[in-house]
């Protein structure tokens, strides 16, 4: 709920952020020697000597008292630098936000649901939403959708490019490990090493790789069109629109295959959900712990005094070391499940919870209306404000004189992915290969996501608003970074620690693939 207010006084702020320069039309028609009609909202030559009729009379240069054009609009907007980077971060956060509810009702999912139709199907959708989100949005509801897709090539770019750099290169980083005989040993980490320290996964991580290396081909069914008429677009723009359905086709029966691997084979969500589980327990162990310390506390404290129980309120000091002793009870109890464990996250939500040795009842109905409510308002959000949020990047790529793509692939990856890209951090920093293993395979399923329901998204769009495929040098971006990681990944099962730097610097050489295939390769 704080969060909620922390937001809502955010919003009366960024609400608050007007344009209070000119009308851009009349900054236009003074700066180009023509005179400004505010009633028609039209500009003429000043030089003629007879201009059209005019009820609020004609001016030019200083003499004009302009509307700011944007103060028109449902959401709040902004004509000047400090306002769009306002908005930017106000309308990222609010992305930010509902991207984190919808990832905190799909974890409560986990803890009641079995791996199967809901897991293989339902959560990887949900975790693709907030970039679907986007991308629909920057290509149908735009006047002028052709600019305004870039957008939405950005997001698909940025989101892709940066699960398998940024988060990739730190969880090795976080997750080292002492390598011993090709394979880090769990929990071993005695002396730094580019060489000899690095992280270890399962057998079935690679596969998650394959899959996406496999997914990222579909780029090449309307890039192909684009290659053959890169200097005669307007001849390779009516054949775009065919291959576009064919490669929305192809997106949609690979996103259905790849579904149909999680139900069949739900290794991936059956570690999601012992680690959600193991986390819900822990949460639970540890609240009931504190709140029978505190009971103990006021006994004690009331079987020495004579004033009754309920008057006698336990002191900062003894509240202080009541969390002391819960923690050193936690770290006990967590010590002697490790001592237990045999597989790690990997065994089933059952075995877990009889290991942490919690008849902790789970009210199933309880926590399934909380996870849609949460989902539902987190896509609620992400839906209102997806639109405002791609107006704002294009206003502020246009005054900048930069591409939207560029701002969209540095600022919506990190407002719609945050969750993932913190949640995947703190698996890795755990220093078992069960933990490396989900982190993988978790960045390696959501590329897979964007190459088969947001390309899917894209293509659609490029076919219903009859749009140019002008993104090769962007596509040939994400194919590079793509496959270069995949196949790193899909070779082998132990990452030392000098992959690290090499896979992070792709990030920001994958914006210079972008400037140089662009401006002196000639691929636009």
């Not at 023509?34 to 009729?53: G, I, R």
């Not at 944007?70 to 306002?86: D, K």
């Not at 090499?502 to 050489?509: K, M, Q, R, V």
């Amino acid at each position: 709920m704080a969060r909620l207010v922390v937001l809502g006084v955010l919003f009366l702020l960024a609400a608050c952020v007007y344009a209070d320069g000119p009308n851009q039309a009349c900054v236009s028609c003074s700066q180009s020697g023509q005179a400004w009609c505010s009633t028609t909202q039209a500009c003429a030559p000043f030089t003629n000597s007879t201009l059209p009729a005019c009820a609020s009379g004609w001016c030019t240069g200083d003499t004009c008292e302009c509307t700011p054009s944007c103060t028109t609009g449902t959401y709040p907007c902004s004509e000047t630098y400090p306002g769009l980077l306002i908005l930017l971060a106000f309308y990222g956060l609010l992305l930010s936000f509902g991207a984190k509810l919808i990832s905190d009702g799909s974890e409560l999912l986990l803890e009641i649901l079995n791996p199967g139709l809901i897991g293989g199907l339902l959560l990887p959708i949900l975790g693709a939403l907030p970039d679907a989100a986007i991308i629909i949005v920057s290509g149908a509801l735009g006047d002028d959708p052709q600019n305004q897709v870039a957008v939405g090539m950005g997001t698909l770019a940025g989101s892709t490019i940066m699960l398998l750099t940024l988060p990739w290169a730190a969880s090795i980083f976080l997750g080292k490990c002492d390598i011993k005989a090709g394979e880090a040993i769990d929990g071993l980490n005695t002396r730094f090493s580019w060489v000899n320290q690095g992280v270890t996964v399962d057998n079935d991580t690679p596969i998650n790789a394959r899959i996406m290396i496999a997914t990222s081909f579909s780029y090449f069914i309307v890039q192909g069109v684009a290659f053959a008429y890169l200097h005669d677009e307007d001849s390779g723009k009516k054949l775009e629109g065919k291959f576009a359905i064919a490669g929305f086709i192809v997106c949609a029966l690979s996103l259905c295959a790849y579904c149909a691997y999680q139900v069949l084979s739900p290794k991936l969500q059956e570690k999601k959900m012992a680690e959600a589980k193991r986390r819900h327990i822990a949460h639970m162990t540890i609240k009931r712990l504190l709140y029978n310390m505190q009971v103990r506390v006021h006994q004690t404290q009331a079987s020495t005094s004579t004033t009754p129980l309920l008057s006698t309120p336990p002191s900062v000091a003894s509240t202080t070391d009541v969390r002391a002793i819960g923690l050193k009870w936690k770290a006990a109890a967590h010590k002697k499940a490790e001592e237990r464990k045999t597989g790690d996250i990997q065994q089933t939500p059952r075995d877990v919870e009889a290991q942490e040795g919690t008849d902790e009842h789970v009210d199933a109905k309880k926590i399934a209306l909380k996870a849609a409510l949460l989902m539902g308002i987190g896509t609620l959000m992400v839906s209102i404000f997806s639109d405002p949020m791609v107006d704002v990047i294009t206003d502020l790529g246009e005054k900048m004189r930069i591409k939207a793509f560029f701002v969209s692939f540095i600022v919506t990856p990190f407002c719609s992915n945050a969750s993932e890209l913190i949640s995947s951090l703190m698996f890795a920093s755990g220093k078992k290969r069960a933990n490396a293993s989900l982190t993988f395979s978790q960045l390696y399923g959501a590329a897979t996501m964007n190459n088969t329901l947001c390309l899917g998204i894209f293509f659609i769009l490029v076919f219903a608003r009859n749009l140019t495929w002008s993104f090769s040098a962007e596509t040939m971006t994400i194919f590079t970074v793509t496959n270069i990681v995949g196949l790193i990944a899909a070779t082998r099962t132990t990452f030392r620690l000098w992959y690290a730097p090499l896979i992070l610097c792709l990030y920001p050489l994958s914006l210079v693939m972008v400037y140089i295939l662009e401006t002196f390769v000639g691929w636009k």
